[in-house]
C-alpha cells in the first residue's frame, strides 16, 4: 500500500525559522546570515565593517563556532554586543539555538542583526535561521571553482563577498570565473571584491548593508 | 555531510507519520530532491541506514527521483532547463529575467507500507 505524504523535509527548522523572523519583526531588526567555508573570513568582516555601522545603526552579532568562544571575543573586543552559540558536533547553526539566543540580545536597540553560521558551504545554507538575507563569503585563497561545487547557496546568496583580493597577486583565483560561474547557477546576487585586512572594497557592501534597513 | 541532517530530517519525520497513522512496518521511502541540492543518493542511504538502525524504519528502501532545474522566463513565460555551463537564460527569448521554478526540492513524497 502507497501512502502519500508529501512533506517539506526542512518544515521542523523552516517552523523555528518563522518564529525568529516573527520575533525580530516585532522588534524591526533585519537579520543576515553570513555563510562561507572556515577561514573564509566571515569573522574578519564583521571586525572591519562593524565600527563603520555603528555610527548610523545598532548592530550586533549571533556567533555560531563548533568548539571554541574565540570569535565571540573578537566581536565583544570591538564592544558590539554579541551572543555566542556554541554548536558542538553540528556542521550548521541550528534555527532552534538562533531562537533561544535571541534572549541575550536587546533586540530594541538592533537595526541590523549578523548571524555569522559555521564554516561551511552547504548545510548553512539548506537550514534557515530566521535570516532576510543571507551573504555569501568566498575567499581568494580557496580558488574559482566554489560557486558550481554548491550551487545552492550561491543561488540563494542576496550578497556574495569576495574576500582576501589583497591576496590575489599570490594565488590562482580568477575572480572573472567566479562572477560568471554565479550566472550560470542564476545567481542574483550583488557581488562585492573586498580585503577586510586592507578595508579595500568595503565602501560598497557597507553601502549595501545600510541600504537593508529601511 | 548535509546528507545525514537530510538523513535525520526523513527518520523524524517517517517515525511521526508512522505513529500519527498508525503504519506498522514501512518497506519505502520515496523523496523528490531538486538537483541543485546536490545531494549524493549513496550518501543518503548510508546515512539513512546508520540512522534508522535501531528504530521501526530500519531496513527501509530509500527511493531518490532527481528533480531537474527548470527556470520559467518572466518575459514569455517558456519553461526551459538551463544548458550545463552556461548563464540562465531563457532559450525562447534570451531573457535573463528567469525564475527558478523547480530543482529546489527536499521533499518527502510517499511511504510504501507491506500489507
Ligand atoms: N590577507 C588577508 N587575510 C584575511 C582577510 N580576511 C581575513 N583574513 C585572515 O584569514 C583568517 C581567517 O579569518 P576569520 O575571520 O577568522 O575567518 P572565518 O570565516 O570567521 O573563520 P571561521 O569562523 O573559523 O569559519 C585570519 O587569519 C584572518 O586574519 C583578508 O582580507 N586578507
Ligand atoms: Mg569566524
Ligand atoms: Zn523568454
Redesign the interface.
Known amino acids: 500500500m502507497e501512502i502519500r505524504v508529501v512533506e517539506n523535509l526542512l518544515k521542523a527548522n523552516e517552523a523555528v525559522a518563522a518564529q525568529t523572523l516573527e520575533r525580530l519583526a516585532k522588534h524591526g531588526v533585519r537579520a543576515i546570515n553570513m555563510i562561507g567555508s572556515a577561514g573564509s573570513g566571515k569573522t574578519a568582516l564583521l571586525e572591519a565593517t562593524l565600527p563603520r555601522l555603528r555610527e548610523s545603526l545598532g548592530v550586533a552579532v549571533i556567533e555560531g563556532d563548533l568548539q571554541t568562544t574565540r570569535d565571540a571575543e573578537r566581536i565583544d573586543r570591538i564592544g558590539v554586543p554579541v551572543v555566542q552559540v556554541t554548536t558542538g558536533k553540528s556542521c550548521h547553526l541550528p534555527p532552534q539555538l538562533v531562537l533561544r539566543a535571541l534572549d541575550g540580545l536587546d533586540l530594541d536597540a538592533i537595526d541590523l542583526l549578523f548571524i555569522e553560521n559555521v564554516g561551511n558551504l552547504i548545510c548553512p545554507s539548506e537550514i534557515p535561521v530566521g535570516e532576510h538575507h543571507k551573504v555569501a563569503v568566498l575567499s581568494t585563497p580557496e580558488g574559482d571553482d566554489k560557486v558550481l561545487k554548491y550551487p545552492m547557496l550561491f543561488h540563494l546568496a542576496d550578497a556574495v563577498v569576495i574576500n582576501k583580493i589583497d591576496l590575489l597577486p599570490h594565488v590562482t583565483c580568477d575572480v572573472g570565473r567566479i562572477r560568471s560561474d554565479l550566472e550560470q547557477v542564476g545567481s542574483r546576487a550583488q557581488i562585492f571584491e573586498v580585503s577586510a585586512r586592507t578595508g579595500e572594497g568595503l565602501d560598497g557592501y557597507i553601502g549595501w548593508l545600510l541600504g537593508l534597513v529601511g | 555531510?548535509?546528507e545525514l541532517?537530510?538523513a535525520q530530517?526523513?527518520v523524524?519525520?517517517v517515525e511521526e507519520?508512522a505513529r500519527s497513522?498508525g503504519?506498522a512496518k514501512i518497506s519505502t521511502i520515496r523523496?523528490r530532491i531538486g538537483a541543485?541540492?546536490?545531494v549524493v543518493p549513496e550518501a543518503l542511504e548510508f546515512g539513512f541506514e546508520v540512522l534508522s538502525q535501531d528504530t521501526p524504519l530500519a531496513g527501509a528502501r530509500i527511493v531518490i527521483e532527481e528533480i531537474p532545474i527548470r527556470?520559467t522566463c518572466h518575459e514569455c513565460g517558456a519553461i526551459s532547463s538551463?544548458e550545463p555551463?552556461?548563464?540562465?537564460l531563457c532559450p525562447a527569448c534570451g531573457s535573463a529575467v528567469?525564475e527558478?521554478t523547480s530543482g529546489?526540492e527536499?521533499?518527502?513524497?510517499?511511504?510504501?507500507?507491506e500489507?
Open positions: 555531510m548535509h541532517a537530510i530530517s526523513i523524524e519525520q507519520v497513522q503504519l523523496l541543485l541540492r546536490a527556470i538551463p555551463g552556461l548563464a540562465w528567469v527558478m529546489k527536499l521533499q518527502l513524497d510517499s511511504l510504501e507500507v500489507d
